[in-house]
């Protein structure tokens, strides 16, 4: 950013020293008023570059059917304005969702705004909700005064692009009369659902080695592999704070484990916890090395299903009837 008297600018034959390395100059005098608006210019071409360089892009991982689905769904419902209702368990990812949709959306250059409806309603913050995304928390919280404002704003700007975060409680408010029926259809003209980490326990050994990376370089701990029975103790749990939980029981694991193995005692799971449903005959123990087994190659070749059934030395069609044999799909 240049700022320089006209003549003081002609003396140096700027213009192109500007051209190459300024992204503006002002002249003087007059240049202040018009200072802040173009330096917000500025950020947003630089947040929009990065965006296209895709390096502050975050992704949903997973190879199940589940997170392929979810990952179609993002594609469309990007490219649609409007609202849109984001619903999930604790800890299920809805805020990456949110992010996504984001960062894929016509908005994508100006920063996404939030709003806490446990406070009264930030109507400047709602309408900014016309140049970005607006994210409601704690919409089952609305005043009934607020629900009235927010409906009469969604009737005036049906394009706005509202994304409403539900873990279940707006659905619980309506059904017990506390929010308002018209309201709820006009955030929920889109819904997408996150998947609980339940749903797609195939992508258990993906997400914990993506975590186990991710955090091993921030804290130093490079290199850290699950063993065979923190993988097994991971399968079993039931993983109530879904992905959330993972990603910190990884965390803990990595500051805890004393070797370049990560235990299931690392994780805070039990051993005895993999061991409750432990195979007792010879098809048991088949079965448990065949979704092992798939497991694995899951991970390792993300969406190759080719090669990840050449690995395991099978066909396409008989890869498939396992994945479905073991509901990984």
């Known amino acids: 950013m240049v700022l320089a008297d006209a003549e003081r600018l002609r003396q140096i034959g ?13 002249t003087l005098p007059g240049a202040m008023s018009r200072l802040l608006e173009t330096l917000q210019q500025a950020q947003a071409a630089t947040r929009l570059r990065r965006l296209k360089s895709g390096r502050q892009l975050p992704q949903y991982l997973g190879n199940c059917g589940a997170a392929r689905s979810l990952r179609r769904q ?8 409007g609202p849109l209702l984001v619903s999930g ?5 809805k805020h990456l969702l949110a992010r996504l949709l984001h ?9 996404m705004r939030a709003i806490d409806c446990a406070e009264p309603l930030d109507e400047a913050a709602l309408a900014a909700s016309s140049v970005t995304s607006v994210l409601l928390e704690n919409a089952s919280l609305l005043s009934a005064a607020d629900q009235q404002r927010l409906l009469d704003y969604l009737q005036r700007h ?10 279940g ?13 018209d309201l709820f259809h ?19 050994s993906l997400l914990a080695e993506h975590f186990a990376k991710q955090h091993g370089a921030m804290i130093g701990r ?22 959330r939980e993972l990603r910190n029981r990884v965390i803990r694991a990595l500051v805890l484990a004393q070797g370049r193995q990560i235990l299931a005692a690392d994780l805070g799971l039990r051993p005895a916890q993999a061991s409750i449903d432990a195979p007792v005959t010879l098809e048991d123990y088949i079965l448990r090395a065949e979704r092992q087994a798939l497991n694995d190659v899951l991970g390792r070749y993300a969406n190759n299903m080719s090669q990840a059934a050449r690995t395991l030395g099978v066909s396409r069609p008989t890869f498939y009837r396992l994945l479905h044999k073991h509901r990984l799909r």
């Open 89 to 93: 368990e604790r800890g299920s990812g």
């Open 14 to 26: 700027s213009e192109e020293l500007i051209g190459e390395w300024c992204f503006a100059a002002l």
């Open 74 to 81: 993002l594609d469309r419902l990007s490219r649609i304005e």
């Open 103 to 111: 960062q894929r959306s016509s908005f994508a250059a100006q920063a």
């Open 186 to 204: 006009q955030l929920a003209a889109q819904q997408l659902q996150t998947p609980n980490l339940r749903e797609h326990p195939g992508d258990l």
């Open 222 to 243: 490079h290199h850290r592999r699950f063993s065979e029975e923190a993988i097994t103790a991971m399968i079993s749990h039931p993983w109530p704070g879904n992905v």
């Open 169 to 181: 409680e707006l659905v619980q408010a309506l059904q017990q009369g506390r929010f308002r029926r």
């Open 158 to 167: 049906p394009q706005a692009h509202l994304l409403t975060l539900d873990r």
